[in-house]
């Protein structure tokens, strides 16, 4: 079956750039989504198609996409960023199966 | 604003069925949009179970798609979920979810609106 990979965690100091990524083959077809979870809370959107940010989520959360990896940059990492982060896409074999990546811990050091 | 809430037994004994519903206000499911099942072990990652559109059709993960039944009742605008032969390791934190899907050319399937959660444990 599809997979998706992240790198198991991130530290980052306050004010400093996050970047995490998110491998997969069909990513180049497929549009990637981020979502941010903290303890025993449901994720929240923050990426869609990619790039785009849904509103209510700060600007300093931006996605980008780059053949098979995709990226989630966090700049200016504030304490409250703390969290594990999913990427999502689908397999592009037409059934459209849902996938997600393994998740990464940000830490804010 | 829409808000989900899933309900069902807490505690499920191993081989029976795991049942749940998820309750939908703000929006009508008849409307549109595709409606999810996630899951998530504890301390573990998350999980798609399967799908549904307010037509009823219906695609799961096929991991799992041997044992659940997804379903829709539009008049109390909830949706369900079943999860029969549960063991152990489908105990998990079951989160229902508004998905965002479409086919075709430039293709979207995200989820933008979540339940709160609720844990299911499977133990005798």
């Known amino acids: 079956s599809y997979e998706l990979t992240q790198p198991p965690s991130v530290s980052v100091s306050p004010g400093q750039t996050a970047r995490i990524t998110c491998s997969g083959d069909a990513l180049p077809k497929q549009y990637a989504y981020w979502y941010q979870q903290k303890p025993g809370q449901a994720p929240v959107l923050v990426i869609y198609?990619?790039?785009e940010r849904p509103s209510g989520i700060p600007e300093r959360f931006s996605g980008s996409s780059s053949g098979t990896t995709v990226t989630l940059t966090i700049s200016g990492v504030q304490a409250e960023d703390e969290a594990d982060y999913y990427c999502?896409?689908?397999?592009?074999?037409?059934?459209?199966?849902?996938?997600f990546g393994g998740g990464t811990k940000l830490t804010v050091l | 604003q829409v808000q989900l809430q899933e309900s069902g037994p807490g505690l499920v004994k191993p081989s029976e069925t795991l049942s749940l519903t998820c309750a939908v206000s703000g929006y009508s499911i008849s409307s549109g949009y595709y409606w999810g099942w996630i899951r998530q072990p504890p301390g573990k990652g998350l999980e798609w179970i399967g799908s549904i559109y307010h037509s009823g059709s219906t695609y799961y993960n096929p991991s799992l798609k041997s044992r659940v039944t997804i379903s829709v009742d539009t008049s109390k605008n909830q949706f369900s979920l079943k999860l029969s032969s549960v063991t152990a390791a489908d105990t998990a934190v079951y989160y229902c979810a508004r998905q965002d899907r479409a086919t075709g050319p430039a293709p979207i399937c995200y989820f933008d609106y979540w339940g709160q959660g609720t844990l299911v444990t499977v133990s005798s």
């Open positions: 999502q896409s689908a397999d592009s074999s037409g059934t459209y199966e849902v996938v």
């Open positions: 198609k990619d790039s």
